[in-house]
């Protein structure tokens, strides 16, 4: 049901089922289509409220029926995610396009979203099926081990799955031993068994440079 053409566009073939996409992601379509705009970044109240105390406007619409949708968004990379009852944590601008029967909601993650600038809810995609998610750059994909950790930089963090905890730490980085930092370095440390994407490029921070 999804294929990339290129790295940078996905083709999703639907036979009369549907798909949540990133609002205004859609760039070309055949056949017959119905496109519906959906309010919250979750299902649900509870996906209404967190968001808007968040200060986010995560916009998504679904697209039903017959034939061909193609989207993309602003030339990022596109990654595709196979879910097999496991939950992916991604943050809200980078989710591209998920089957409609997956679920969607939030979850908080404190001081780490407060750090990056992208509010203290990720985004939760839950259940059977295939979801998309953006990056700048070609994502790689990072195996978390009970025996190994993983300490991600936060502007480089995109989504992770699996059962896999994170936590919040200070910490240095060789941009900051440079001299290239202005401030305190933060870092997110995950634990467990997992998986963690990650993109080949920094977005700003708020709590530091990183």
Not at 36 to 54: A, F, H, Q
Not at 149 to 160: C, F, M, N, Q
């Amino acid at each position: 049901m999804f294929r990339l053409q290129g790295s940078k566009v996905l083709a999703v073939d639907m036979t009369g089922d549907a798909v949540k996409a990133k609002n205004g992601s859609m760039v070309a379509y055949d056949g017959q289509m119905a496109f519906k705009k959906l309010s919250g970044g979750g299902e649900g109240l509870r996906g209404m409220v967190t968001r808007r105390l968040t200060g986010e406007q995560m916009t998504v619409m679904e697209v039903k029926g017959h034939g061909t949708c193609w989207f993309a968004d602003r030339a990022s990379e596109i990654n595709l995610v196979s879910l097999q009852g496991d939950k992916l944590c991604v943050e809200a601008g980078n989710l591209l396009v998920t089957d409609a029967g997956l679920r969607t909601g939030t979850t908080f993650t404190g001081l780490r979203g407060a750090s990056q600038g992208n509010g203290l809810f990720t985004t939760t995609v839950e259940g059977h099926g295939q979801a998309a998610i953006l990056s700048d750059g070609p994502a790689v994909v990072l195996r978390v081990s009970p025996q190994y950790p993983l300490i991600v930089d936060p502007g480089a963090y995109v989504a992770h799955q699996g059962n896999v905890r994170q936590s919040f730490q200070s910490g240095v980085t060789f941009r900051t031993l440079l001299g290239e930092g202005g401030g305190e370095a933060f870092q997110i440390r995950f634990e467990g068994d997992g998986l963690v994407y990650v993109q080949p490029s920094e977005r700003n921070t708020i709590a530091g440079d990183v």
